[in-house]
């Protein structure tokens, strides 16, 4: 495995922007976007672009918010899963700032982040922001089937989120700085305290032979046992240490089985091992099956619920292994086993 | 436009790897590749199992020329035109190093180039690769249309190259240190220089309208002009310092409405301005219209031709633009223009 990177000065998180669907809208997690749309197309003819304004709207609130221009942006790292990535490039044209395409599947949010920290703790930018969204209805049928067969899915399938968010990453430097610009602080700073990306694990490439593209929380736990394990096995860290410890998106069935997994390797997360794709909907009211998934899932659970939680002093420290699955229909089609894939990062507020 | 980055320690190439098909083994740059098969299939079943094995070539050469194991990677950059990039993962998954997926059209070796510079130079990692890949066989079916179908190709439409290329990048720290491990050196070393990634600077998204999609040249021409426009605005450089400056990959109509575009903002880049999609085929014998394009084109030019003339110390510095086209087969059918972006790199051997 990789070695874990240690930011010498943790890129801090300026601000967040996140809008959402109908479905998420009616999820345990109402609340917590922006602005949720319950037609599902952000006034637009196509989910495509549906999606791509999507990604628009996040990153405007997160600039919003922040009070500052596009034109402060030093860079933006985005991706999503529609084929060529016309999620990001449509949707972010307009902000006109160097941009680096990322695809990463459901981990792209993940990606984006330590790649945005990476870039800001090494000097080269003083601000960047990284994007990602999903679309259920662009999704399925790019994916899976047209909406009109009314397919039924098995109970393993999870359910694409639709939603995106935005991050807004800044040189820690400025934090606590009186002579900071309004509003380029920090999320958390109402109770004195900063969330940072302090630590990053770029996960490797993992295939166990999973060949159903209906299960891929299978398909993909293994790498987010074997990036959290790593991650333990090389840190001073313990599972005690994190408030939350979320992959991002395996859904019931997949986490169970990365529990396990970590648990035959001698680790145990304990309570605050959950995953986005479980928090976002509501199991009893909501037919989702295995849970969320998308590159807007641990997307906007992230920039929307956890960064709550931050803001509110509730939490210190946080884990997110953002997982993909990084197949696509010709792969599985071909007979390809589900290649997967985990990436860390630990954002801390302390 | 964005800063230009200039690293700290300019990340040295430490070695390269390049396979390609049949058109390429017959084309001008003949000789300049690792491994050449006629059939195209590189021992694959089909052309997207064949396009992943070819970045699994590539990045074996390169990590052979070096004498270097595959666990001494301690990330891997890549990226390919396949619907979600089953090229990289499934190609590069027997690496099993850390894996950041990309997605910048033909722009992504450039992209890689750009991000495996700033994460080797900003200490983060010792040495990284950086790998994409096009095929020809599996962009037409893709992108256009059934080979079978045998359709007639327009004047300004490119041909996308089946090529694949790596490099590897490393400290430059290490370059003429005694005690350096056997072959661990750097392209140029023979003639006592180095090729190094001295500068870069990240494109931005234009968009000008245009909507033919077998005239991707014009589409991306505005996107590469707009960066070498910004690049010598910003630098201390003048064209006649550089031996080449490529585009890469407008071919022949889009890289005259670049220089035209140039030109008219009092810009000449001169007699050493060309296209990695002009250089690649010969007009005279191949029937490839507008010239070369594809993920492919630019890596492996610049991965077999332009490093084996910075070897033979013919050339010592050059400037590449990779240009992307953005879209995707559904945002033509939409109706949505074909956005564009140009990230420069430049190589120096001093």
Same mark, same amino acid.
């Given at each position: 495995?990789?070695?874990? *990177?240690?930011?010498?000065?943790?890129?801090? $998180?300026?601000?967040?922007?996140?809008?959402?669907?109908?479905?998420?809208?009616?999820?345990?997690?109402?609340?917590?976007?922006?602005?949720?749309?319950?037609?599902?197309?952000?006034?637009? /003819?196509?989910?495509?672009? #549906?999606?791509?304004?999507? =990604? @628009?709207?996040?990153?405007?609130?997160?600039? /919003? /918010?922040?009070?500052?221009?596009?034109?402060?942006?030093?860079?933006?790292?985005?991706?999503?899963?529609?084929?060529?990535?016309?999620?990001?490039?449509?949707?972010?044209?307009?902000?006109?700032?160097?941009?680096?395409?990322?695809?990463?599947?459901?981990?792209?949010?993940?990606?984006?982040?330590?790649?945005?920290?990476?870039?800001?703790?090494?000097?080269?930018?003083?601000? $960047?922001?990284?994007?990602?969204?999903?679309?259920?209805?662009?999704?399925? @049928?790019?994916? @899976?089937?047209?909406?009109?067969?009314?397919?039924? @899915?098995?109970?393993?399938?999870?359910?694409? $989120?639709?939603?995106?968010?935005?991050?807004?990453?800044?040189?820690?430097?400025?934090?606590?700085?009186?002579?900071?610009?309004?509003?380029?602080?920090?999320?958390?700073?109402?109770?004195?305290?900063? *969330?940072?990306?302090?630590?990053?694990?770029?996960?490797?490439?993992?295939?166990?032979?999973?060949?159903?593209?209906?299960?891929?929380?299978?398909?993909?736990?293994?790498?987010?046992?074997?990036?959290?394990?790593?991650?333990?096995?090389?840190?001073?860290?313990?599972?005690?240490?994190?408030?939350?410890?979320?992959?991002?998106?395996?859904?019931?069935?997949?986490?169970?089985?990365?529990?396990?997994?970590?648990?035959?390797?001698?680790?145990?997360?304990?309570?605050?091992?959950?995953?986005?794709?479980?928090?976002?909907?509501?199991?009893?009211? =909501?037919?989702?099956?295995?849970?969320?998934?998308?590159?807007?899932?641990?997307? %906007?659970?992230?920039?929307?619920? *956890?960064?709550?939680?931050?803001?509110?002093?509730?939490?210190?420290?946080?884990?997110?292994?953002?997982?993909?699955?990084?197949? #696509?229909?010709? %792969?599985?089609?071909?007979?390809?086993?589900?290649?997967?894939?985990?990436?860390? *990062?630990?954002?801390?507020?302390?």
């Amino acid at each position: 495995m990789g070695k874990i *990177v240690r930011f010498k000065n943790p890129p801090k $998180v300026i601000s967040v922007g996140t809008v959402a669907g109908a479905k998420e809208s009616e999820g345990r997690l109402k609340g917590y976007f922006d602005l949720c749309d319950k037609s599902d197309k952000f006034g637009k /003819k196509t989910f495509e672009q #549906s999606e791509s304004e999507m =990604q @628009r709207l996040a990153l405007n609130f997160a600039l /919003k /918010k922040a009070d500052m221009s596009p034109n402060r942006l030093d860079a933006i790292f985005a991706g999503d899963l529609m084929n060529q990535c016309t999620g990001s490039s449509y949707g972010l044209a307009a902000f006109s700032a160097p941009y680096f395409g990322l695809y990463g599947a459901c981990s792209t949010a993940a990606e984006g982040l330590i790649l945005g920290a990476m870039a800001v703790d090494s000097g080269y930018f003083d601000t $960047v922001a990284t994007v990602s969204s999903s679309h259920n209805s662009s999704a399925e @049928r790019q994916f @899976r089937f047209p909406l009109e067969y009314g397919s039924q @899915r098995p109970p393993t399938a999870q359910w694409t $989120v639709t939603a995106a968010a935005a991050f807004v990453l800044g040189k820690s430097a400025i934090a606590g700085n009186a002579e900071n610009e309004k509003g380029h602080s920090c999320i958390g700073e109402k109770n004195g305290v900063c *969330v940072k990306i302090t630590e990053a694990l770029p996960g490797r490439i993992v295939d166990k032979g999973i060949t159903d593209q209906s299960n891929m929380g299978a398909a993909m736990a293994p790498a987010a046992a074997a990036t959290l394990y790593s991650y333990f096995k090389e840190s001073d860290s313990s599972p005690d240490d994190f408030d939350m410890i979320l992959t991002g998106d395996l859904g019931y069935d997949g986490h169970a089985i990365c529990r396990d997994l970590l648990i035959g390797m001698g680790l145990d997360l304990g309570k605050g091992f959950s995953d986005c794709g479980i928090l976002i909907y509501d199991r009893n009211t =909501q037919d989702t099956h295995c849970g969320g998934s998308g590159c807007g899932c641990s997307a %906007s659970v992230m920039a929307g619920f *956890v960064m709550d939680r931050f803001k509110k002093g509730e939490i210190k420290d946080v884990l997110l292994v953002g997982t993909g699955a990084l197949m #696509s229909p010709s %792969s599985v089609l071909q007979g390809l086993s589900i290649a997967g894939i985990g990436h860390l *990062v630990r954002l801390s507020a302390r």
